[in-house]
C-alpha cells in the first residue's frame, strides 16, 4: 500500500492530456477501469462483497467464500470480529484479483419491509458506524479498498432509481450521514454514491458529496457511482462524483471531453476526479508497480472455523422459557427437525450481493453431525414443495452434449448457428463466460428426469422472444418487453414466464429454453421447474408425527427470495408459505420445540409467546448448520443481539412505508425517530426490544457511574459494573443510552451512546468500561447548519437492551462560552474545533 501526495500524484496528472484523464472517469468494462500506462496505472478491478467476494464473473463455477449476512454480523456487536472477517474478504479479494470491494452497506433499517434489509447492518446509526468502520479497517489492511455505500438514504428498493427522499437537515446529519462520517473517521479508501434522490438531486449531482463527505469531513478517495447510476452529463460531472461505472458507455464517456472542451466542465473538477482515482491506485498497489502478491493469512481450516464462530456470534437467542436450551445431546434419544428450511437453508440474500459458495453445512447436515452416535435424527419438511420454479441443478438435470450434472449453454447467431457453447452447472445463467460478436439468441438445454409424476410447471426467465419446449413439445412461446431499467431486475432476476408440461416420474426429457438479446435487456437467462403441488395435510401430518414421538423439536422457518431481495421490498412481515401454521401445530405436538428463523430481516412472530425457544439465525453463511449445532447443543453461546426492533406484528410497527408519493417524494415523517425511537415515542411495546438477545447465563446490574460533568466536545466514560448471576461462562453487552427529558430541540427519546461487551465467570463481577464519543450528547443545529451542545443535564442510562434499562446516572454538559460564530462549518462544533466522529 502506498499513501501518495498530491506533490507525488500531479507530475502523473501532468502526462496526461484532456482525452487520457476524461477516458480515466468511466469504467472499461462492467468491473473494470481503464488502464493508463502514461501514468503507470493499471486497471482496478471492482467486485460486489458484502458477504463475500464473487469477482469479475457470475459464474456459479467460481466459488467464493459466504460469511453470515451484514444483519447478522452487527447483530454480534463485536468490532473485533468484524475485522478479522474484513480481514478475510481482503485474502477472498487478493485471491480473485479484485482491487476494491464494493461493501460496507451503511444504509438503515428505517423499515423493516426493506427489501434489502439482510444487507444492511441495523437501524442505530452508532452501532452501523462502529460495524462498519471495523469491518473497513478489517478488509484495507489487506491492501483492498472497501466502500462505503450508498451514499445516502438508499434505505428502500421501491422505485430505488428515482425515488426523491425528503427529510429534515437535523435527521440528515444525526441519523443518515451519521455511518458514513464513521467511515471517513476509520479511513475508508471509497464511497458510492446511491441511485436515489435526496430534496431533489440525484445523488450521483448531490452537493452532500462535496459537503459534508470531502470539504467537511476530509474523505481523500473517490466518490464511485452505483451502476448506471451516473445517468446525465453536466450536473453529475460539475459535481464531486468522480468515477461513473460500469462501462465503457454512458454520459461521461460520450460527452465529458466535449463538456470540458467547450468549457461547461472546468479542467480542475476533471483534474480532483483523476488525482483521487490516482490516489486509490496508489493505495492497492495499481500505480507505478507490479501487483503486490499477498498470500492468504488465513489458512482453509482456519477461515471455515472463523465462519462458523460468527454463525454463533451473531446468532440471537430471543427466547428460552424455562431454559430449554442448550440441549444436552446425553439426554436425547431423538430429535425431529422439521421445515423445508432446514435442507435448503438461505445462507445469503439475492441480488448483486449473491456469491456462489463451494460448499453449504444445511441446518440439518449440522444437527445431524452434532448429534451422530447421540441421538436419532429424523426430517419432515412439514410443507409440500413449493409451486414456485427453481432453477435447474446437478441433482436434477445433466448436459445432454456430455451426460454430466448441469446444463449446456448455447450461444446462437441469428440464423440460429452455434456461435459459442459451455457446461454449466445450474439453470440460472447471468453471464456466460463469454459472449462472442453476432450473438443473437442465448440456449439453455438439459436432460431431466423428473422424481414424481404430473403437471410440473416450467419457466423461463428473461426478456425479448422466448420459447421453451419439453420433451419436443413447444410449451411457451412469446414476446416479453423489458419493463425496467433497475439493473437488478434486467441482469441479475429478470422475470420467470412459466409453462405446464405433463411428465412420467423417471422418464427423462429433454427442456430446451431460447431467449433473444435485445439491446439494453442483457444476457441473464434462467431454465426452472417446479414439481406438482404436494399433499399439504399429509406433509402437516408428518411433521406433526415426527415432533409428537421426539424428545425435542427444531423447526426452521424463513423467507424466500421472492419475499426479502434485492430489487423490491416486502409486501408484508409474515412468514410466507404457511410457516406459522407448521410453527404452531408442532409446538401443540411437542412443547419442547425450538424455532429457528432464518431471515435477513424483521418477521412477524404471532407465536413466539407459544414457543418455548426462539433463535434468530439471519442468513448465516455457509457454515449455517454447525454454527446453529453448536448454539444449539452448548458448544458455543448465542453472542448476538438484535441490531433491530422486531415487533410482534406488522401492524404494531411505527415506521413502516417505503411507497412514494404520486410525486416521487417519500418524506421521513418520523424525522430522528426511527427503530427503537420510534417505539418508544409511540408508546407500543415491540415483541423485543434492540439489543436484546440472551446468552446461556444470567447477569445482574449492580453499578453506572460516570463523570459528574463533561465538557461539550469531549470523550468521556460510562463504566457499568456487572456480575454473572448464572452457573455458567458467559457474555454480555452493556449498552449506554442518553436522554435529555427538557430540550430546546428534537431529540429522540432515548439514544444509544456506547456499548462494550465483557465476560465473566459465575459469580464474578466485571466492570464494562463504554467510551462515549464527544458529540454523543451533541445536536445538529438548524440554525447554524453545525454541531452543537446544549447546556445542562442529560441522563445516563445503562443496561442490557433499548428497553430493559435498570442503571443511571445524570452527567452535566458544559458549555464554555465562545464568541458568536460569523458561519457555519459542516464538520465543526459549536466552537469551531473539529467534531470527533460518532465512534
Known sequence: MTVMTDEEIDPLLEKLDAAQKVRLLTGASTWRTYEEPAAGLRPLTLSDGPAGVRGETWDERETSLVLPSPTALAASWDERLLTDLGTLLAAEARRKGVDVLLAPTLNLHRSPLGGRHFECFSEDPLLTGRTGAALIKGIQSGGVAATAKHFVANDAETDRLNVDVRMDEQTLHEVYLAPFEAAVGAGVWAVMSAYNKVDGITMSASALLERPLKDGWGFEGPVVSDWGGVRTLLDTARSAQDLAMPGPDGPWATGLLAAVEQGLVSMEAVDDKVRRLLRLAGRVGALGSPRPVWRPVVAPDAQRALLRRAVSAGSVLLRNEGGLLPLDPAALGSVAVIGPHATAVRIQGGGSAEVFPDSVVTPLAGIEEALAGAATVTYQPGLPA????????????????????????????????????????????????????????????????????????????????????????EVLSGTFPLDSDDPTRVHVAPPLHPAKAELTAGQEVEAVARRSLTPGSGVATVLAAAPPAGDAAGALAGAVAAARSADVAVVVVGTTEQSESEGHDREDLDLPDGQEALVRAVVRANPRTVVAVNAGGPVALPWHNRVPAVLLTWFPGQEAGDGLADVLFGRAEPGGRLPTTWGAAQDDVPVLGTTPAPDGRLH??????????????????????????????SWAYEELTAPAAVRAGEAFDVRVRVRNSGRRRGREVVQVYATRSASSVERPVRRLIGYAAVEADPGESVVAVVRVAGRALAHWSLARHGWETEAGEFALLGGRSAGDLPLGATVTAVVPHTPADTGADNGSDHNGERSPLML
Request: charged share 20%; net charge neutral.
Open 668 to 697: 421521513y415523517e418520523e424525522g430522528l425517530h426511527i427503530g427503537y425511537a420510534a417505539w418508544l415515542r409511540s408508546g407500543t411495546a415491540p415483541a423485543y426490544w434492540f439489543g436484546h438477545g440472551l446468552g446461556y447465563t
Open 386 to 473: 413449493a409451486g414456485r420454479p427453481r432453477p435447474l441443478g446437478r441433482d436434477t438435470s445433466r448436459d445432454p452434449r456430455n451426460g454430466e450434472p448441469g446444463v449446456l449453454v448455447r450461444l446462437l447467431d441469428a440464423n440460429g448457428a452455434e456461435l459459442h457453447a459451455e457446461h454449466r452447472l445450474s439453470g440460472r445463467i447471468v453471464e456466460p463466460s463469454v459472449v462472442p460478436e453476432g450473438t443473437a439468441s442465448v440456449e439453455i438445454r438439459a436432460l431431466f428426469r423428473p422424481a414424481v409424476g404430473g403437471v410440473w410447471t416450467w419457466a423461463v426467465g428473461g426478456w425479448g422472444a422466448i420459447t421453451l419446449s419439453i420433451g419436443g413439445q
